[in-house]
């Protein structure tokens, strides 16, 4: 699966046969057009948003979505806005996400941990091809300052697909509160 923001309302999905089989869409009815293809686009866009940073200000049922299959068995999703009313600033504040931080050392890794410990709510750490992962619960409104200082340290990414891969992956170092143990290392 990949997407592109087109504009600052509007994202392109892609998704290939593969993403349609897990995510239990199929071609032939996105075609069809029937009322069981929109529900399995919603829930598909909302399990995406939850996983995502898509419209995190906006309510998932005020989204328009366009839908095309491709001949390969896949679809393109283009998501918009169209003009709607983001939802009170009262209900993204309390909205969390995953990112997650690559560091090439633990001692980068420890040091980064000790900067982030008051924007985490949840964190495991895991390591694969000699670099360290931190998946980090964060909330929305800490977002923009967790990024400023893990960027000092390594890179920061909120990609879900990245982000399953490292934790299917990756060997499981700490499963809980990675960051306040490993910041009492530094």
Do not use: W
Request: glycine share 6%; with cysteine; aromatic share 8%.
């Amino acid at each position: 699966m990949y997407y592109d923001a087109l504009s600052r309302n509007t994202v392109k999905i892609t998704l290939s046969r593969k993403d349609m089989k897990e995510y239990s869409l199929k071609s032939e009815s996105i075609r069809s057009r029937t009322a069981e293809s929109k529900r399995s686009l919603m829930d598909f866009l909302k399990r995406f948003r939850s996983e995502s940073a898509l419209f995190p200000e906006h309510n998932a049922e005020r989204l328009f979505l366009e839908a095309f299959p491709s001949e390969d068995g896949g679809c393109v999703l283009y998501v918009s806005t169209l003009g709607t009313e983001p939802l009170p600033q009262s209900a993204t504040e309390n909205r969390t996400r995953l990112l997650m931080c690559r560091t090439d050392t633990l001692d980068d890794t420890s040091r980064l941990c000790r900067g982030i410990g008051d924007y985490i709510d949840g964190s495991k750490l895991y390591r694969l091809s000699g670099s360290y992962f931190l998946i980090l619960k964060v909330s929305e409104g800490d977002t923009a300052a967790l990024s400023h200082i893990a960027g000092e340290y390594g890179v920061i990414s909120d990609n879900t697909a990245d982000i399953a891969y490292i934790t299917e992956h990756g060997k499981l170092i700490c499963a809980c509160d990675a960051v306040k143990k490993l910041a009492g290392l530094v």
